[in-house]
């Protein structure tokens, strides 16, 4: 859940994850920022106040009266929840419209929940300079979690997602969502890796967390009071799996371990009442009883022999009476709604004693009670009853006492999930040959042998590496070349590679130096926006907007095929402002792919710009891509032959390759095209106008007038 509230010109967000407890504050001072948090945290349901009126692009709006949102109130539900004097220990002070939302959200999960919340004991404060901000078309074009179909197949979080618990995954997914700029944080993120690698420590963790149940939100049950029996045995069975988890732990010397492994502490106590209270396999709820184990009340232990014993008695008195009645048909049973029996069947029912009285009548069978079944059922039924109550009394004792030490579980069960994410990032960096990437506050990128993390993974052989440099002096590469020959795999392994540095992974390289990055943009395909009204080509270019408007110098830009959208000359000037401006004003590390290869010509003007390009050759009428940068600019597009490998007929392709011919011919024939950027050429008269301009009209007679009027005509 998420509560968003506006104060002049700055936005407050309050995250709640009800399932675990976690309570996130943070603040934006954009209309644009607010909408790149919401969409990295897709709530489902969204708090604001009756009176904002935003144009938010989201689902599960939830309107609340203007009140919730006070400041003194939210600071006094905010205390009251944490148990402390004031928030000042949270270093969420300065953060009052953020704190707005969050008093609205918990006054509204408390009316929702009808229960006391003793798991949301911590607020965590969420700062933009500490994270590379990722905008919603960056995430979506990166393919981050969700894949452009809107699947999970073939996405970064598919590859490097190899975690064996549940919490894992979705702290896993929360750092590839919000990679960082704390150098500190990665830097302990990494030599925690490195340690993992070594001896590949990392393998005999990982056997061990695989048995280790979602505690996170078993714990967050617990404290709801809607914990299952079965909740008990997953925290049972992890709880007893942590001395193992220790002595694995013990011998790693990485700091950030060290902390991890502290923070893991053993719960001898709890593990002893849970394997003496709760039986191996309890039923799915505590409804029917058959939960608690014998032995550990001696009250309920008295209540369920009472219970057991009556199988017996049973048996016994099914055998005395037919002894006695001589009936040979007669069974003793049980159900639900008439409670015990003696049945018999309808030929028989007629030789029955008197102390018999009649209780139900079927078709072939007639049911009667006894004064001594009577007196037994009473007895039966009310220690099943009692039982009942005193398990579901215990039960709730049970839950009460596990919630006595909620703090250092939810501690331990947030180490336990860094500790599979820090496992699994070994285990990846080890499978897929990865490298740490060294991480410096100069301005460059610098990587070796780069590769596509996700493309690699799927193709069936080798993917061809690829280096880029960019420095201060070198800030745009103008990438050229075919289409399908790499440009778009190359910027986006860039932006990946960069990503997953930040998110403290090792990277899919020889060679791996990244600066300080601020912002990841991408520019990359497009499609309609017809809910909004937008065309291809208005999607394509509010987002290069945004990009213009938001970037800094220490931003990294992605921009595949600006100006596709529209005719060649408008496309080209739209291109070229924008790269311009990119390199002249921004000044941010950009990755410019085009077809308009007039565009090349910028890095003779600009020297912070380079030409790349991939090339491809041609073997008869098939071509291959080489999928290799190489200097320069490109000459060819190959556009043809990449139409006749999708499919496009072959006579089609003949038609295309005799038109271009014929393009290319007129092209040499006419006089040349005016350069487009180059400055406006003198305007030159046409002979006739310089000859109008040069007669004298007064001396001309009739007939030299109509000669001169045949020659024009004929000049024309």
Known sequence: MVAIHQYEKRFGIATLDISSGRFHLSEVNTLEALQSELERLKPTELLVSEELALPLNASGIRKRAPWEFELESAIRLLTQQMQTFD?????????????????????????????????IRTIQVERREESVILDAATRKNLELTTNLAGGSDNTLASVLDHTVTAMGSRLLKRWIQRPLRQHAVLHARQESIKNLLQDRHYLALQEILKN???????????????????DLVGLRSTLSLLPALQQQLSSL???????????????????AVLQKAIVENPPMTIRDGGVIAVGYDAELDELLALSEHAGHFLIELEEREKNRTGLSTLKVGYNRVHGFYIEISRIQAESVPADYIRRQTLKNTERFITPEL?????????????????????????????VLELNPLQIAAEAIAELDVLVNLAERADTLDWVCPELVNQSHIHIVGGRHPVIEAVLTQPFVPNDVYLTQQERMLIITGPNMGGKSTYMRQIALIALLAHVGSFVPAKEASIGVIDRIFTRIGAADDLASGRSTFMVEMTETANILHNATPQSLVLLDE?????????????????????????????????????LTTLADEIDTIKNVHFSATEHG????????????????????QVAQLAGVPRNVIQLAKQKLRELEQSAHALPKQIELFSAVPEKTDHPVIAELKELDINTLSPREALVLLFEWKEKL
Do not use: W
């Open 212 to 230: 280790v149940d979602d505690m996170e939100r078993i714990l967050a049950r617990i404290a709801l009071k809607s914990a299952r029996p079965r």
């Open 253 to 271: 010397v990485a700091a950030h371990l060290k902390k991890l492994t502290q923070e893991i502490r053993e719960f001898p106590a709890m593990v």
């Open 621 to 640: 009428d098939k071509i291959v891509f080489l999928h290799t940068v190489n200097q320069g600019a490109a000459n060819q597009s190959y556009g043809i």
């Open 562 to 598: 600006i100006g596709r959208g529209t005719s060649t000359f408008d496309g080209l000037s739209l291109a070229f402002a924008a790269a311009t401006y990119l390199a002249r004003e921004v000044k941010a590390f950009c990755l410019f792919a085009t077809h308009y290869f007039e």
């Open 87 to 119: 928030l000042a220990g949270f270093g969420c002070l300065d953060m009052s419209v953020a704190l707005m939302a969050a008093g609205s959200l918990l006054q509204y999960t408390k009316e929702t929940q009808r229960a006391y919340l003793p798991h």
């Open 374 to 402: 009577k007196a037994f059922e009473d007895k039966a039924l009310s220690s099943r009853e009692k039982a009942l109550a005193r398990e579901k009394i215990l039960y709730e004792e049970l839950l009460e006492k596990i």
